[in-house]
């Protein structure tokens, strides 16, 4: 851990977040928690809103402000259809990438 | 054009002036350094620093610079409501945290006519014809 995964974590973060909001939308913070949870600790919440704002200008999410008790409206996320499809390349490229390197790590061809 | 303001025209507003040449690119500055003076004073040195930054690093398009940092107050108002830490908004490597964030935004002008300048060169060099010459910006 440390180094070497948050390296490999900056060319797949967009992915694992668009893979959370497909189960269901949720806010920013929502998303760290969840992140956080499932073990990647050092993701930076400033790093995780960068991402949602540059999904959201891409327009792979659809973005709804629900007004908050404490602090500004809340922007939920949702995967749009052009966020799934996004996903889904997201899998494709993954899954040629973990062969390719499973197939280097038993040595051959 | 007087603002009102009794502060003295700080270098990100001097910046922001040659940038932004619209004035509603200047009213939403404005509207922006508001929100700013209303967080909690860490929250604010915080963002000031960052304002810093991105004076250097920054979108070189006035819509865009203003729509960077009324991003940026969303997340520090809510991240000030939450009662965030710092540490944990910015992570071990603010940089890290900065450089993701500007991402979003057009590049700043001296950056991008560095890059075309260096991407046609390269070009040249490897004898392509690009058929754009030599660019004069």
Do not use: C
């Not at chain 1, 499932?38 to 659809?62: C, H, K, M, N, P």
């Not at chain 2, 604010?44 to 004076?55: D, I, K, Q, S």
């Not at chain 2, 409501?81 to 900065?98: K, Q």
């Amino acid at each position: 851990m440390g180094k070497q995964v948050t390296e490999m974590l900056k060319g797949t973060l967009e992915g694992i977040v668009l893979a959370i909001l497909a189960i269901r939308p949720a806010y920013g913070y929502e998303i760290t928690a969840r992140l956080r949870d499932q073990g990647f600790s050092d993701i930076a919440e400033g790093t995780i809103y960068a991402l949602l704002v540059r999904i959201e200008r891409r327009g792979l999410v659809d973005v709804e402000k629900i007004p908050s008790e404490k602090g500004p409206p809340r922007k939920v996320y949702s995967l749009n259809a052009q966020g799934r499809e996004y996903l889904e390349e997201f899998w494709r490229t993954w899954s040629f990438l973990a062969e390719r390197l499973e197939q280097l790590r038993e040595g051959g061809n | 054009m007087d603002t009102g303001s009794n502060e003295p025209k700080s270098r990100y507003r001097q910046y922001l002036e040659v940038v932004t040449g619209p004035l509603e690119d200047k009213r939403r500055w404005r509207q922006y350094k508001a929100r700013i003076r209303n967080l909690p004073e860490n929250y604010r040195t915080a963002v000031e620093a960052l304002e810093r930054y991105l004076m250097h690093f920054g979108p070189g398009d006035g819509a865009d610079a203003a729509l960077m940092f009324e991003d940026l107050a969303d997340l520090f108002e809510q991240s000030a409501a939450d009662g965030t830490p710092i540490r944990e908004i910015f992570g071990e490597d603010p940089v890290e945290f900065v450089e993701a964030f500007v991402q979003s935004y057009s590049v700043g002008r001296y950056i991008s006519r560095e890059r075309d300048r260096f991407t046609s060169a390269i070009a040249r060099a490897a004898g392509e014809d690009t058929g754009n010459e030599e660019r004069t910006v």
